[in-house]
């Protein structure tokens, strides 16, 4: 255990003695690799956060359910539990003839018309609200809610949800093909900088290698390198989002102020900063392994 | 006579290039021996010592260390075999940017010893060759004759029960290369065995141990005992 301890730590100290070797190079791959990561984080707040204000601004989506107009006590009782034991629909709401009717007076403006109608042609209705706004969920929904014995219409008011859906799709998969470019970008120079590395510690490794040195004692030193070079990266691209970050609150404040909105990008919580962690060491760990690999194939008994 | 420790039976060696370096070598090694394998450059001594090793494969016959067969051995069992035995390279091999401590401890790092232990050992091996006072120092600043030295102590610090070295004394002159092979005689008297592979055979008549002559991939001439 003493011995395992004393090789990571031997590991660990030519990683660092490798990385103080070429201050100035290091510190440009470091560069690199922070802002390559940096936009693909400020992108997914930005969209993420607008996603969310435009959800605020148009409310979750509702699906009305109708009952046939003369559905009495019994058949309401009946759809309320029905709805109301679905797991999928995160509220229920009543609305009787009489408020659909209060409403439509307060809303058409037309008293005068409706207080002359002999009976209240409204029929008693459900407002629900499903937890998936996504639009093929919703329409799924929809097809099942008009199942429910009792039910005359079930009317989706999908279309702007739709469309928000669509926009953000797009803009997810734009941010995740933006994310997949920059990232093969970050692995090719890391992978790169670890060839160098390899590359000149040639000889050393040879010399390890020919000792009896297992593959894993020859990778060590280069996994450090590896992931510590993306440590430092990702903690760049932190600091450079949260720099971006809040000089767009401070821009975004003034002009979506004077049409009323209040829009402020949140800071990346604690799941955020632990996933782009994870995703450099994963990173560097793997670009580490890969090089090495590479070098030590040639190097096997033939 | 003690059970061979190494166990070579027809084994060839052919390179991607096709030429064949050995050519069905039959040879046993016993625990405790001292051998040198002689002959011209290009005769296949050092391919000879690098199957031993386990560094390359043979392309046809079997290799016997200490029983086990090196062909059927996989990568870390072969690399666990290596670490107990001592190198010595003709072209040194040394780091030049690590201090000859720090070149003499390498074989103990790949064991993953303690750095105590490490300390302690490598100080014993460097006094053995007549370097400690020069731990510190770059290789760069070492002559010829010292650098050789230093792979002799990189080889003994794992303390291996066998030696291989190709060339020892290749780079060095007479006197130095007497001092090396002093060297090695003190091992063999402390029961290391050692197969030293070397074109200079005259320097070898002067000590006791078995000579086995090389040529064109081949043993033409195995057991003649220095004078």
Redesign the interface.
């Known amino acids: 255990m003493?011995?395992?301890l004393?090789?990571h730590g031997?590991a660990m100290r030519l990683a660092l003695q490798r990385l103080a070797g070429a201050p100035l190079a290091h510190l440009f791959t470091i560069l690199v690799i922070g802002l390559s990561l940096a936009l693909p984080a400020l992108l997914y707040r930005i969209v993420t956060d607008a996603s969310a204000l435009a959800r605020a601004q148009t409310g979750p989506p509702r699906i009305t359910v109708f009952l046939r107009a003369d559905a009495g006590e019994a058949t309401q009782r009946a759809v309320r539990s029905a709805l109301d034991a679905r797991s999928d629909l995160a509220s229920v709401r009543f609305v009787s003839p009489a408020e659909a009717l209060g409403e439509l007076q307060r809303r058409s403006g037309l008293d005068d018309v409706l207080a002359g109608l002999e009976r209240n042609p409204l029929p008693p209705a459900f407002v629900v609200q499903p937890r998936n706004p996504e639009p093929r969920q919703l329409q799924a929904l929809q097809v099942e809610l008009k199942r429910i014995a009792g039910t005359d219409l079930v009317q989706l008011d999908a279309e702007w949800a739709r469309r928000l859906y669509a926009l953000g799709a797009f803009l997810e998969r734009g941010l995740l093909l933006l994310a997949a470019v920059l990232v093969a970008g970050v692995v090719t120079t890391v992978v790169n900088t670890l060839r160098l590395q390899i590359l000149s510690a040639r000889?050393?490794l040879?010399?390890?290698?020919?000792?009896?040195?297992?593959d894993a004692?020859v990778r060590r030193p280069f996994l450090y390198f590896g992931i510590l070079q993306m440590l430092f990266g990702a903690a760049l691209a932190l600091a450079a989002a949260e720099g971006a970050r809040m000089a767009l609150n401070a821009i975004s404040q003034d002009v979506l102020a004077s049409y009323g909105l209040h829009f402020v990008l949140q800071p990346p919580d604690p799941g955020e900063l632990a996933a782009v962690v994870g995703f450099a060491v994963v990173i560097g760990w793997f670009s580490a392994a890969w090089s090495v690999w590479m070098f030590l194939r040639a190097l096997?008994?033939? | 006579m003690s059970a061979p420790l190494i166990e070579i039976s027809g084994v060839s060696r052919r390179y991607p290039d096709g030429r064949e370096a050995l050519r069905g070598v039959n040879l046993n090694v016993a625990t405790g021996e001292m051998l040198f394998l002689g002959g011209p450059s290009g005769a296949g001594k050092t391919t000879l010592l690098r199957l031993v090793a386990g560094i390359d494969r043979p392309s046809r016959g079997s290799i016997r260390l200490n029983g086990q067969e090196l062909t059927r051995l996989r990568l870390p069992a072969l690399e666990a075999l290596r670490r107990k035995i001592g190198l010595v390279f003709q072209e040194h091999r040394l780091l030049f940017d690590r201090s000859v401590r720090e070149n003499a401890a390498l074989p103990l790092r790949i064991q993953g010893m303690t750095a105590p232990d490490i300390e302690r050992r490598v100080g014993a091996a460097l006094e053995r060759v007549g370097l400690a006072a020069r731990a510190k120092d770059s290789p760069w600043s070492l002559s010829g004759g010292e650098r050789q030295r230093l792979c002799i102590a990189r080889a003994l610090v794992g303390r291996p029960a066998l030696i291989l070295a190709d060339e020892p004394t290749g780079n060095l002159d007479h006197e130095y290369g007497e001092s090396i092979l002093t060297l090695f005689r003190s091992f063999h008297l402390a029961g290391v065995t050692l197969v030293v592979a070397t074109h200079d055979e005259r320097l070898v008549t002067r000590l006791e141990g078995r000579l086995v002559h090389m040529d064109n991939g081949q043993i033409v001439r195995d057991g003649a005992r220095a004078a």
């Open positions: 003493r011995g395992m004393h090789q031997h000889e050393e040879e010399v390890c290698k020919l000792m009896g040195a297992s004692f096997r008994p033939r």
